[in-house]
């Protein structure tokens, strides 16, 4: 009986975990419309990015594996974007690598 019940919490988490990403994503879209949005709009980013880490490591993803899979995508996307555009996804790498 116990393995149900864990079971059943690690989906009530894993549920609890997806709404929470899909309530702030829909947050930052709503804050774009308002005029001063810099304060709520950094939480709710902020936000998004810790589920994501969470719901990750819920899936059984640690977290530097996650950040290594951020560093490789984020480099395969400067890779293929134009030269003026990559310059943000260098200046992501670089910040990634010093932490």
Do not use: P, Q
């Not at 997806?18 to 308002?34: G, M, P």
């Not at 950040?67 to 293929?80: G, Y």
Request: glycine share 4%.
């Amino acid at each position: 009986m116990d393995n149900n019940f864990d079971i059943t919490k690690n989906i009530k988490s894993l549920e609890s975990l997806k709404v929470e990403l899909l309530d702030r994503t829909a947050s930052i879209f709503k804050n774009f419309n308002n005029d001063d949005i810099s304060l709520e709009l950094i939480d709710n980013i902020c936000h998004v990015i810790i589920t994501g880490y969470l719901l990750g490591n819920k899936l059984g993803y640690d977290f530097r594996e996650i950040d290594e899979e951020i560093l490789k995508r984020i480099r395969s996307i400067s890779a293929e974007i134009k030269e003026e555009d990559s310059e943000n996804y260098r200046d992501l790498i670089a910040y990634l690598k010093k932490r």
